[in-house]
Every structure is written in C-alpha cells, then in structure tokens.
C-alpha cells in the first residue's frame, strides 16, 4: 500500500484526534483514509480541481475557456470581409442532406441575420452562437458598439460566472449600424478583435495566412471571389452581404 505523509496543524491534529475518540476509527490515518475514499467516490473520475469550474489554474490558465476554444475550432469554416461600402460573411455549408437525414432535412444556417445591417457567423456548438443570435434580436441594438458589448457581455457572463460553462462558439460579427462595414472577431473568453477579414473554424490558421497574403479592400464581387478561394470553391456557398446604405 501507498504510504502517504502529511503535514496538519496542531488545530486540525486535535480536531482528528477527538473524532477518532468518539468514532468508528481506530487511528487517524484510517479516519483520514475513509474520508479520501468518501471524496473519491463524491467526485468521480473527472473531478480536477479547476476543470469543474471556471477558475484560474495555478499555472494562470482557465482550463474552461481552452476547451471552449477548442470547440469553436472544430467547425466549419467560415470567412468575414469589409468591402468598399459594406460588409460579408460566407461559410461552407453545413452539410449535405443525406449526412444529416436525407432530403427532407436541411441543416442549420451558420449565418444569422438581425435585420438588414447586421449579422454572426458562428462556428462551434450551434446552441450556444443561437444564444448570442437571441440576445441581439432581443437587445435590438442602434450602434455596431451596442451589438458588439450585448454579444461580449453574453461571454464574458459565462466566462466569469461558476454557475455556467463558456460558450463554445467563435464568431464573426458583421455591422453597417453606424453607416459603414464593420468586422468583429469574438472568442468563449469575450475577447474581441476589429478586423478588416478574419477566418474562423476548422483550418483557420493556414486560411488566415492566406487571406493576409490576398486581401485588398475592394467591390463586393471581389470579395465572394476571395471568399471562394479562401474556403476552397465550395458547392452552394453561403453569402449575406450588408451594404451601408442597407440594401
């Protein structure tokens, strides 16, 4: 058997010493044994200490945050580009009807709109990119920054809140709200990133390095093509533009 030392207070060694006097224990290693078993079985196999909870590791890291991460990654990718007087958004389908059930089903949009100047493009777990699609229709927000602060609120409640889990869900958030095209990055952990274009999901580092090679600002057109090219010409192309003059 495994011999374990550790080191207790004079408080705490007192504190044993009258359970073992009052109780079923003959000495206090076996009362400290039964507890450790009774813990063990309490927590099951999964219990890490800061992987339970959205809490900071010892080492600085938030465990939470890095898995959600993760999720996000595991997506489809998806493509947001500023033009000269708007913004798009394009995403490789989701999937063909027979991988999700046949030709009676259609899989979900990864592009949301909220009326005629702003969408999300999401990537990872669908239910949680429709969270943040909810709290913009509800908000109804009159600026790009309002948008931007309801969805970085969303996520940065579930980051910081032990009752919930980070959403798993990266996203691109598109605007025209203030009369010109803007491009915004979000993360699980809240984190946000004015962009020109940006690439999220499955392979997006090597899209991104292509697209800071091929990105010029310039017509609408000119962006699907570079959508096309950067998400390699996928069948039945996924593409809402918002002009900044709302068409």
């Known amino acids: 058997m495994t011999e374990v030392r550790v080191a207790l207070s004079e408080e ?22 039964a507890a450790l078993v009774n813990f063990a079985g309490q927590a099951g196999p999964m219990a890490q200490g800061f992987d339970l909870e959205t809490c900071f590791a010892p080492d600085g890291r938030v465990y939470q945050l890095e898995y959600a991460r993760e999720a996000a990654l595991r997506g489809l990718p998806g493509i947001g580009i500023v033009f000269d007087g708007g913004v798009l958004l394009a995403a490789a389908p989701v999937a063909s009807a027979a991988k999700v059930g046949g030709k009676l089903v259609r899989g979900p949009s990864k592009i949301r709109r909220v009326g005629d100047r702003l969408a999300l493009l999401a990537s990872g777990l669908v239910a949680d990119a429709h969270m943040a699609f909810l709290r913009l229709q509800e908000s109804k927000p009159k600026t790009t920054q309002e948008a931007l602060d309801q969805v970085v609120r969303l996520y940065w409640e579930h980051s910081v809140d032990r009752t919930k889990r980070p959403l798993g869900a990266g996203l691109l958030l598109a605007s025209t709200l203030d009369g010109d095209g803007r491009l915004f990055s979000i993360d699980p952990s809240a ?16 899209r991104t390095e292509i697209l800071e090679r091929r990105y010029r600002r310039g017509t609408a057109k000119e962006a699907e093509r570079l959508a096309l090219e950067i998400l390699n010409k996928p069948e039945n192309l996924e593409v809402v533009r918002l002009a900044a003059d709302g068409r």
Not at 13 to 30: C, H, I, M, Q, W
Not at 191 to 206: I, K, R, S
């Open 12 to 33: 705490i060694d007192r504190y044993l010493g009258s359970l073992v006097r009052t109780g079923p224990f003959a000495n206090k290693a076996e009362l400290v044994r």
């Open 191 to 206: 984190a946000y990133v004015d962009q020109d274009a940006a690439v999220l999901g499955e392979g997006c580092e090597e």
